[in-house]
DNA sequence: GTTAGGG
DNA sequence: CCCTAAC
């Protein structure tokens, strides 16, 4: 009972250390920050049994701690450390400790919501709950992901769990605890087997929890009843809540286990509710209802992460191009308060970087303060949605409008004739025009040599030409371009022949200038290659196969003459390789007729 | 910036 | 298609 008492009283001041903290922020944290480190030496040198610091400092550390892992969610080493080092000293005294634990779980609690505080009278179990929040908020760059969860999970709690467990009375959870059958001294044969030391811990109930976090992996698991999980509250009593898989992210979270007092539950239930769903089963049906809750959450407390959603929605918005994305970031921007999260922890933190990139990051989501960068280059990653999309995308709409440019190019460079306006004017279907308009303009140009009306068959222009924003992807990576594939068409391969006549093989950009103005898609580097890939065929093929290049895959049937044209250039111009720039376009026109000719 | 070549 | 070396 006494402790009890002291420990209220420390609650108090701790409150009002906290309160300043707050203010202060960053400038008062250093000082905790130190005191954290600290404690952990003792307590490793200590087996448990040595108290560092008066409850008062402990308190403060604590609360400290506990605050700035909310905020910034990065402090896990000290936080844990100090979990532990209360855990030990807990030894000595227990009942102390944990309240004082509990009690500034509660304070953090209170920040957000104040008016359980004055309802909590003891904590029991903070620091199973701190050692949660810190597993889960290490994960780091997993924690992009987590974080949506982390931030319901921690919020949840540190709150929930504050109030919940604030209850002082052990013997009702006693009753609750799993290990409750064994006796203290089996619980310590349990424990040493653990934690590989002794301890001198009579309470069954911190013996069980820390038997029970150890071997989750200090998740905080303690006897309760309800579990948390992401926003939910899930009364556990089939599971034993070590592990839960988080259905929505399908990512295993530690347990949090909420040592809970009936009657607590009961007064908190309806600010429960409000946040987090408390549902026997249904864990699963919370995922879409879990992004409301959790903005709900966030906009009633003051959020602190980037959350979830935020997250998620942005990584969603960005597969889909900048969608809609940020539905949830208004309010927790709004509502958050930014300043406070980082400082607090010393080495991780980088406040002023960390934040800045962070807040680019935001702006371009729109706001989020935590977003991760990891996660932005995720996202970027998804290449194949937007390739996707982008191909999509292009068929319909953009057909028509290509063409229109296309046409306009190819006019401009003295390519096409009246015909184009024609088609121009005619088509109002994308997909037939194109054709019409291709042909007609080779038939112009290189209708003799190319000739035949193969031509006419193959020209598929369709689709190519639809499509210049989609060609180059700016990547993630170092590397930006990416092209996705784009099969070269007939339209594609006669014009590049065309062009290699004309210009001569090695012109790249010459040809890409005049010959594929209308093409932007395709590089000077991809004429090459392609004109390689071409070469490569034609001399592989028989030319006197012309007509039927049945070639293995019809996705790229080249027909035959062309490739015999390309042959042809190619010999061409492998006799007289380089022509002068000037004679080579001026003769370009003629030479290639001359050569063609002959060939046909 | 282009071109050639290899991967 | 991508990347790089060389011009």
Redesign the pocket.
Known sequence: MEKVVEVEGCDEGKFEVTGLEKSNFVLSSPKHVADPVVYKLVRVDGNGRLVPATDDELMEVEGLLENEKREAHIVADTGQALGCTFNEVSSSGMPQLESSEGLSLSENTEADTEKLSTQLEETVPSSARSFSDDHVTQPGSVGEYLKPLDGPIQGGSSTYAGYINSKPDFSKLKGEICLDNLSIKELHEVFKATFGRDTTVKDKLWLKRRITMGLTNSCDVSTTTFVIKDNKLVKKDNEDGSNNVNLATGKEYPAVVVEYNVDLLNSLSSQIDEHQTISENNVAENNLANEDLAADQRAAKRVRKPTKRYIEELSEAESKEYSGKLIASPKNIGIRPLPSISHARPARNLPLEGRTIITRLDSLGGFGIQVPCVYRVRRSRPRKNVTALLKFHPSDMGMTATFIKRGLDVHGSHMVNESMNKVLEVNSTPGQTPQQFVAESNNEKSSTDLGQNMELKYVDTSGDTSDDNV?TVPTAKG?I????????TLSEVMKLVEGVSKYG??????I?RLAFASYS??T???L??KW?NLLKASFAQTPTDKGANSRKHPSMPIPAPILLRVRELAEMQAQSPSPNLSASKLSACGSVNETRPGYL
Do not use: L, P, Q, T
């Open positions: 060609v590397g371009r990416r092209k996705h594939h784009r099969a070269w093989a090695g012109r790249w950009s010459e890409k898609y395709r000077s580097v991809d090459k290659d390689r």
